[in-house]
């Protein structure tokens, strides 16, 4: 993405929980599975069914990754009831599958340009031309497929965030699922290291960030920021000997305009984005 700096500071910041690629099991207002049954969706399976002659059975496959054609639907189900319950958002990041359990996490790879991006699915289709999977308008944008209308792509399913997204939903214990690091606990007893910048960008003391997620690879960080309309930045930090690439928003001069952006960011399928300050 045009803009995006890799920025190394020195100084331990707040830690926010990935917003791409994995689920926060935690009980805050914009976690995926709050969002999911505040819009009242729900986890489900559902029961064998029959669409055009062709009966399909809806399963748990957490080995599942199948090379199909992938097309996408927007305007004409947009604020439409999911499958699951929710309400499809053409702007979001998700998709439709026949047999998944809903929701699921995927990675879908275009493999006509290579990009890949992480999708929940929580509906069901396609049917036509033996396609494997719908995703959303802005999802086919990020792709790269949104004007020729379909494209070749794997779909694989990611089992630890899809457990992990599962349980928070239903209550119930699930092993292996994703590591839930309690970043707080975390900031507090976190001592200080001093690095050397790689680049030093100036701005402000006090001055407020949108920070859209915290990753411990900086390919998660990178996939981040090129699904950003807005101008980021990657911040790198050392936390207890682990790496951080925090994707960051900003900055803005006072926490009104961060916390407008914010609602913003949090809109587009970014649940975990929050406002912070240095």
Request: charged residues 25%; neutral net charge; aromatic residues 12%.
């Amino acid at each position: 993405m045009l803009g995006t700096k890799y920025l190394y500071l020195a100084s331990v910041l707040l830690l926010g929980a990935c917003a791409y690629g994995s689920v926060d099991l935690g009980d805050g207002k914009y976690t995926q599975a709050s969002a999911i049954t505040g819009q009242g969706g729900t986890y489900k399976i559902g029961k064998p069914y029959k669409i055009m002659g062709k009966w399909y059975y809806p399963q748990e496959d957490y080995d599942y990754s199948e090379v199909g054609t992938a097309s996408w639907y927007g305007k004409d189900f947009h604020a439409k009831r999911t499958a699951n319950g929710e309400k499809y958002d053409m702007y979001s990041l998700t998709a439709a599958h026949r047999t998944l359990p809903l929701p699921t996490i995927v990675k879908v790879t275009n493999l006509e340009n290579g990009r890949s991006l992480v999708l929940r699915v929580n509906d069901r289709g396609p049917y036509a031309k033996n396609r494997i999977i719908d995703v959303s308008k802005r999802a086919s944008q990020l792709l790269g497929f949104y004007t020729q209308g379909t494209t070749k792509v794997r779909v694989e399913v990611m089992e630890k965030e899809s457990k992990a997204l599962k349980a928070a939903l239903t209550g119930e214990p699930v092993e292996d699922v994703v590591e839930n690091e309690n970043f707080d606990e975390v900031e507090k007893t976190a001592p200080e290291i001093v690095s050397k910048p790689k680049e030093v960008v100036s701005y402000p003391k006090g001055s407020y960030f949108v920070q859209v997620g915290s990753f411990s690879l900086e390919s998660g960080a990178q996939s981040v920021a090129a699904q950003l309309e807005e101008d980021s930045n990657i911040y790198f930090t050392e936390v207890n000997g682990k790496n951080y690439y925090r994707v960051r928003v900003g900055p803005y001069s006072d926490e009104q305009s961060a916390s407008m952006m914010l609602e913003k960011i949090k809109n587009r399928g970014f649940y975990n984005a929050k406002v912070v300050s240095d």
